[in-house]
């Protein structure tokens, strides 16, 4: 079985470069490539792209890159059902990947060998003030309201037909575990969503890089991007406000997760978010089942439209 060790990438088609990548920049991330066909953007973190945006007549998710182990996985996963051969990457950093195709049409990449781009610098950590331990002193906190910067791809929610199929499908193919399961309020025998991370045995990893959810429209549900922190989610906040952007959802924080959450609409309809403060977890780590309704997933910060569950 092949295994994954992270998410790397979500790709989307859209009809305007340009408008995504002004977009984009003011979410946080920086153009690693940008031609006539396709735009892609990196985050601090040394991954050399995180967002592909490709250009199209119509404005759709494509699918998403998991990293893989070695070339052997390559091999492996190129003879499984519905997988293409093993290709070049025609991207920043390169490499070699195999694409595939999820039962809903995404398109799931594995990716061996991309030469890692140099970091990008971050501010220093900000020292905070609890009523615990005051590690902050004779200094002050000053925040400038501008774009954060995305540090790394977190994690993409899927919307799909038949979430065991699909489940199953990323667990044969990259040998990913459940980190939580979403049940039917008041049925916890009913799961229709689980949170799923990559396998690193005794090494923490964050609680999820993907959850896969039941629903009668297949598609993207958003893609999520780490800042350093509170302060950065909050200023990034204001100066997106500033900027005229749609606001779709936050500041809050998840119960799953735990993730403090804040989520916008690109130019195209696309929901993307920005987190910090999430839950890593390790092989000791036991699902749980959350059988509650769509509004007690928050746990405090703006409660979430009726539609964002759609």
Not at 36 to 45: C, D, F, I, N, V
Not at 182 to 192: F, K, R
Not at 196 to 208: C, D, F, P, S
Request: charged share 25%; proline share 6%.
């Amino acid at each position: 079985m092949a295994r994954a060790t992270d998410a790397i990438y979500v790709r989307y088609q859209v009809q305007d470069l340009d408008k995504q990548e002004a977009f984009m920049s003011d979410f946080g991330l920086a153009t690693a490539r940008h031609d006539k066909s396709a735009l892609y953007m990196r985050g601090t973190g040394p991954a050399p792209f995180i967002y592909v945006a490709e250009q199209g007549t119509t404005n759709k998710f494509l699918g998403a890159g998991m990293n893989v182990s070695s070339e052997e996985d390559l091999s492996a996963l190129a003879k499984m059902p519905h997988s293409g051969p093993i290709e070049d990457v025609d991207g920043p950093g390169g490499g070699r990947r195999v694409r595939m195709r999820m039962p809903d049409g995404f398109e799931i990449d594995a990716v061996h060998g991309a030469k890692l781009a140099a970091a990008l610098a971050l501010p220093e950590p900000r020292l905070f003030n609890s009523g615990h331990e005051k590690a902050r002193s004779n200094a002050s906190i000053r925040v400038e309201r501008k774009a954060a910067p995305a540090i790394k791809l977190g994690h993409v929610v899927l919307h799909v037909r038949d979430h065991a199929a699909s489940v199953a499908w990323m667990k044969e193919r990259f040998g990913m575990l459940p980190s939580d399961y979403l049940a039917i309020p008041g049925q916890a025998d009913q799961i229709i969503g689980t949170f799923m991370r990559v396998n690193k045995g005794a090494e923490l990893t964050e609680h999820h890089c993907l959850f896969i959810l039941q629903a009668d429209t297949p598609g993207v549900h958003h893609c999520s991007f780490e800042l350093p922190d509170l302060d950065a989610v909050m200023s990034a906040h204001d100066y997106l406000s500033g900027k005229g952007y749609k606001l779709d959802c936050g500041v809050g924080r998840h119960l799953l997760g735990s993730q403090i959450f804040d989520y916008w609409r690109d130019p195209f309809g696309f929901r993307v978010e920005h987190y910090t403060d999430g839950d890593v977890v390790d092989v000791n780590h036991k699902p749980t089942v959350f059988a509650g309704t769509a509004e007690e997933t928050t746990q405090w910060g703006a409660a979430p439209p009726p539609e964002f569950f759609r």
